[in-house]
């Protein structure tokens, strides 16, 4: 059971993911149907459609006079053509109406002249420019049309979707439920955060980084606390994670002493148990990822960095597949200039923390000097990450790459 | 007070902005202590200074055999030397002493030998790599120093800073209290979602929308309702939302049938009132910014684009000052080429619907035609603002321009 010269064999990131997802069958979300005001960020269970054309009516963009197009045929600053001002149900020849922004274009109009080119005198109004049919009108449907599709399964609920479905009458919508992720660190080192620690200890971290990393996503962390590194008890946590969650993410024990403590819990706890274990992937190369009774584990590492990597590259794609999105939600990206280069390593992709700043309207990234291997500061000190891939040994200082945001950029001068 | 003939004079976004700020006089915010798992995306209102080195004791980085560096000099595959292996306190001369990853360095070693380059042959140890003082091991305080400040007034929360407190023994953290908004939508047009409709009603849309978008940035919006278009209710309204509030954002009647309703409210109910009104902003001219007993108002069209940019403009970098932050936080940005041109106004700023897509590793912003000039799903179809700045006409095809991202960004092939 112990392995106590690494791994025999790093599998691909890419096929890893594959050979998990291909055991995993993951669900449809459950669907729950909450109120607009707390649909922000949730995730849509089903499209919706339009109930009824938006806007409603034929309405005024402007603020003006509603006319007959015709009747301004030639009209100019010099050649201003007369109307007689009506209030009567229905715009008849050469009448004008006075309309506010978003009214219903009265009867017998089929355009507004904005306020601004004309001229009130006498009871009367001069209009001093020539409007076209539907000018400045917006028109029934020319938002959304009924029937259209406004609103697609799988999407992150903005301010905006939500003010379209009200726009459209809708006062509730269908999101996923959250799937709830059972988080559990063990580690006989590990002191809960806030007690007193002595000796050895160090506090535990991961745990509730995990449990922010999963509610960022809109999943619902579950906490299952700090296992001592007992096959026991970390079991018995495990199957309590299990039975009441959709999914496990553990921290630590992937390689204690020389034992695959949690690797080796999972596999005793049901079929097919691990599915890879010792990745292509650095740092993050302990991360083991199985499945248990169909439900998905993520076995992390627990070095604060390999864990922050092994769940952005294992963890958020199961989620958003859990919350039922089509692919991983992309993270904010940009492509930015490497001020010095960084070595990755051949075979292995690498997650490098950079510094993006933007400087005279370009994207810098300034790889974070990692004073200590887990060092949970570089991801404070950092906003991003730049990928080295599989074929690639490293990157060169000047290069333009892609770096992946998790934290906000600034401008630099 | 009737204003038929649109605004003498527009103010300029940034002069509107240092002259509002300048009557605000905004306090720090309010201070809670949550704990950590209470703490993601909130603002933090203290620094915090690390109460001890991170991390606590030198370690290993490695699994592996902690050694006396010097004892390695000259080893190599071809040339071993061979180490008595000790589990007693102090690791003495040419003794290794088996360590994992994380654990404390034992007295005596200042240097860790990796598994993979030992051999245990009959109870004694091959070392086959020279080690320098120090290698593979974590030292006291590398990540972070005792006394360092590891987190700053006015940040938003990560997981990743969570993580960090809780590594120095952090158990809760100090928050700026999030600022009440309170949110009002006017307009005798209006119906609330999901109720039934008549005639010439629309339903309102642009509430739920700011309500989120003062959610998002970390707000707890208050609703005031829906006021009809008179002056009395609007004022009964306004007054509730000063007293229970620290600020008050409204929506329409920012000229209505030709009067502006909502600034003639607001100046007739303290001093200083209407601080701008009319801006050289497009869209969202009609905007108006106040201040009501040292608090702020603003003052939006019912237009929802033009509530949207009022928003992002005035509303946006006001909640970040009422959260302690020390500028406005930067939505994502990305540079991309503008694959057609879009007219501008010269003298106004002009916020451009666009969306950005990635494409062989460019960043395209495609305008997005605005069927409707007040068009919500310009907002769900687009992911990004081009702002187009006053001394510019408009911009060019092929032009490469920063983007203001508020929505994914996917790839396209």
């Known amino acids: 059971m112990a392995r106590l010269k690494g791994f025999q064999k790093l599998t691909l990131v890419d096929d890893a993911l594959q050979k998990w997802f291909n055991v995993l069958q993951i669900k449809k979300p459950r669907e729950s149907t909450v109120p607009l005001n707390d649909a922000l960020n949730r995730v849509s269970a089903a499209d919706v459609i339009a109930k009824e054309d938006l806007p409603r009516f034929d309405k005024s963009a402007v603020d003006g006079y509603a006319v007959k197009s015709q009747d301004t045929t030639g009209a100019s600053q010099f050649k201003p053509i007369t109307f007689q001002i ?23 109009a089929n355009a507004v002249v904005m306020i601004e080119h004309t001229k009130k005198t006498d009871g009367k109004l001069e209009v001093r420019i020539q409007v076209a049919t539907g000018g400045n009108v917006s028109k029934k449907g020319e938002d959304v049309k009924k029937a259209e599709k406004i609103l697609q399964a799988g999407t992150r609920l903005t301010p905006y979707h939500l003010a379209l479905l009200a726009a459209l009458g809708n006062s509730e919508v269908k999101v996923a439920e959250k799937p709830r992720i059972a988080i559990l660190a063990t580690g006989n080192e590990l002191a809960e955060a806030g007690s007193k620690t002595s000796g050895n200890q160090i506090f535990d971290s991961n745990r509730i980084m995990l449990t922010a990393m999963s509610r960022e996503l809109g999943a619902e ?38 034992l695959d403590l949690v690797p080796d819990v999972v596999n005793n706890s049901g079929k097919p148990g691990v599915v890879v274990h010792g990745l292509a992937l650095r740092p993050a190369m ?57 070595a990755g390593a051949l075979g292995r992709r690498t997650f490098v923390r950079v510094r993006v700043t933007r400087k005279n309207g370009e994207f810098l990234a300034e790889p974070i000097s990692a004073r200590g291997s887990g060092a949970i500061s570089t991801m404070t000190r950092g906003n991003g990450f730049v990928i080295v891939p599989e074929n690639r040994g490293g990157v060169t200082e000047g290069e333009v790459l892609l770096v992946r945001l998790f934290g906000n950029v600034e401008e630099v001068s």
Chains 1, 2 share one sequence.
């Open 221 to 258: 962390p579950v906490d299952l606390g700090i296992a001592k590194d007992d096959l026991a008890e970390i079991a018995e946590k495990l199957k309590t994670g299990l039975r009441d969650c959709d999914a496990v993410i553990t921290t630590g024990g992937t390689s204690v002493g020389g």
């Open 286 to 342: 302990p991360t083991a990822v199985a499945a248990l009774d169909g439900k998905p584990v993520v076995v992390l590492s627990g070095n604060p960095i390999a864990a922050v990597i092994g769940f952005e590259v294992f963890a958020r794609p199961l989620i958003c597949k859990m919350l039922g999105m089509s692919g991983e939600e992309p993270r904010p990206t940009v492509n930015a200039v490497m001020t010095r280069k960084v």
């Open 86 to 108: 009506t209030e009567s149900e229905e715009v008849g020849a050469k009448e004008a109406w006075q309309i506010w922004t978003g009214n219903p274009l009265p009867k017998g």
